[in-house]
């Protein structure tokens, strides 16, 4: 089974905090994304990755980073949090043999307060 | 621009009712469709792709099939437990090779 995990289920941080979410995938997979969820817009993307050290903006890249050091993992920074990036954070990947299908992790909740 | 579109938005069933939820897509090449699956709260659980028209896929109550324009996913006398929101996406063969654009869902509520 793919594995995908987030490091935290739920966040809460002040506007101006360097904030850093993590993603771990266990299946060697190629591609990782970083998506925020909200109410009525849907699955927004905001960055991507298709290698190591590779990344690619996504619809809505103003405001985050992103770096990936190893296959397995994809950080996500918001350099300074406010309160706008209050949203669900979901990151997935994927992989070119498995025809692009995306797996998801749980999900992080953040609030910026 | 590539687009997703899914109707209804929200739809109640009575356990045991068939339905269907749509999913219509404009894309300039389909290199794939996919349904997820969401529960309150939780990331999205990967559920079916199709590739071509004419294609269908079955997975207990649920039947996804794909024309041409649009992707159903039939619910065969639902329960329960089959209430979630349920997320279409599509891989066009256009764009970068990796990125998926998503609808914004269909909330299935099952009633006893």
């Known amino acids: 089974d793919v594995k995908v995990t987030q490091s935290s289920r739920y966040l809460v941080k002040r506007t101006g905090e360097k904030v850093f979410l993590e993603c771990v995938q266990d299946?060697?997979?190629?591609?990782m994304f970083w998506y925020r969820q909200d109410p009525g817009l849907g699955l927004r993307l905001i960055y991507f990755?298709?290698?190591?050290?590779?990344?690619e903006k996504g619809d809505i890249p103003e405001g985050y980073s992103v770096s990936r050091e190893k296959k397995e993992r994809f950080s996500l920074i918001l350099e300074s949090a406010s309160t706008n990036q209050t949203s669900m954070y979901l990151c997935?990947?994927?992989?070119?043999?498995?025809?692009?299908?995306?797996?998801f992790g749980p999900g992080t909740r953040l609030t910026v307060t | 621009e590539d687009q997703v579109t899914q109707s209804p938005e929200a739809l109640r069933l009575q356990e045991g009712e068939s339905s269907s939820l749509n999913c219509s897509y404009t894309?300039?090449?389909?290199?794939?469709l996919f349904w997820y699956r969401q529960d309150p709260g939780k990331g999205p659980e990967f559920l079916f792709t199709?590739?071509?028209a004419g294609e269908e896929k079955e997975k207990e109550r649920l039947k996804a099939t794909l024309t041409k324009k649009e992707s159903f996913l039939h619910i065969t006398a639902p329960k329960p437990e089959d209430s979630a929101t349920y997320l279409c996406?599509?891989?066009?063969?256009?764009?970068?090779?990796?990125?998926?654009?998503f609808g914004t869902g269909t909330r299935l509520q099952v009633t006893l």
């Open positions: 199709l590739y071509s």
């Open positions: 996406a599509v891989h066009p063969i256009t764009g970068t090779a990796s990125k998926l654009t």
């Open positions: 990755s298709y290698d190591v050290k590779m990344k």
């Open positions: 894309v300039s090449g389909l290199r794939g």
């Open positions: 299946m060697d997979h190629e591609n």
């Open positions: 997935a990947s994927s992989s070119v043999r498995s025809s692009y299908e995306q797996y």
